[in-house]
């Protein structure tokens, strides 16, 4: 079949987008990681959830959303999970199982997938109540369930544990209980009241009685998300016309930029060191992934930040090791390493570096633009950050 000019047109998108998302390097984690490209196909994909070494999304296959998954470890090819033709959304993984909501009924139904050992999904509700996308951790799952008579009723949280095949009501009120998240050991949502709203818990290591629900302690806050693990964060930020992936450590307190092309990216999921997302939009959106290799140099900071010819700088971060043995510092397009008789001192936090005087023509006849330094060990290179060097 002979496409047409708009079809050829999205096509050469995509595959710019991919192109640019492929060659996209991690600065800062271990050096040079490249992100891979997961789907390449024509329709749409969205929604990425990681856990472990498994990844799931959903793409828009035939007029209709399906869930698809990856497994990291084995490297090998996407696998469609459902074939059917009504929409499959809003996927989820704990590593072990995928649940998604899947509209077999007008009011959708939960759907469970056995990674381990494949097969058929199974339909975990066959009800016709109107049941929210389902959230999971450690084989277990919680949804909100809205009974369905004249009109849609307050919602209900509704936890079924996989491994008894076991399905419990957490809360039977005339109250609306709605957007539940679950982890390895609670369970939190909110109710409204019709004054106000009020988050609840409840404790997986305890049965259901008088005081398990209860309302949340003061000052409570729900820490786990998709986009965090540890104290590494990812996000979706504006850079120039385009949104591009983040990571956030949270104990150095700083931002690592992971793409830098000219699609649009967002969407971030991180689990160990593995970060998905979706690049691109419509039909030109794909899944990728990166692995960040950790243990590799940090730079924190540089100071002073503007300094003279012939001064000492001081590189703070972690991770350049103990001593400088094969360590290098770069500068621009010159490479100090322990023979350069440039470095002063080198420890695992801290490196002095004294900068160059003019007549060592390493400056001369330069101007003072910003110039970029950064570190390599053990052949992994450190995030790069800038310098000033004045005339």
Known sequence: MVENSLQLTARLFKLLIALCAVLTTVPGMSGLAHATQITENSYEDIFPSIRGNNLVWQGRVDGDWEIFAYDIAAAGTPIQITHNTYDDISPQTDGSYVVWLGYSQSGG???????????????????GKADSPPQIANG????????????????????????????????????????????DQTVMWVEANGTGKTVYIYDLTKPVGPTNPAPAPEGFVWTDSPQTDGNLTVLARRDGSDREIFVHNTTLNTYEQLTDNNGEDSYPRISGNNVAWVSGKGQASEIFLLALAQGGPIIDRVRPRACEPGETIRIIGHNFGESQGGGIVHISNRTFDAGSGRIKLWTDTRIK??????????FKGQD???????????????????????K
Request: hydrophobic share 35%; no cysteine.
């Open 353 to 362: 570096i004294r900068i160059s005087k003019y007549k060592d023509d390493w």
């Open 140 to 183: 277990r799952i919680v949804w909100t369930s809205h009974t369905v008579s004249d009109s849609v009723k307050p919602g209900e949280i509704v936890l079924y544990h996989i491994a008894a095949g076991q399905a419990t009501q957490l809360t039977n009120n005339a109250l609306d209980d709605s957007a539940p998240r679950i982890n």
């Open 368 to 390: 003072s633009r910003p110039r970029k330094i950064w570190v390599t060990v053990n052949g992994k290179d450190s995030n790069k950050k800038k310098i000033h060097v004045n």
């Open 109 to 127: 139904e939960i759907f469970l997938y056995d990674l381990s050992k494949g097969g058929a999904p199974v339909q975990i509700t066959n009800d």
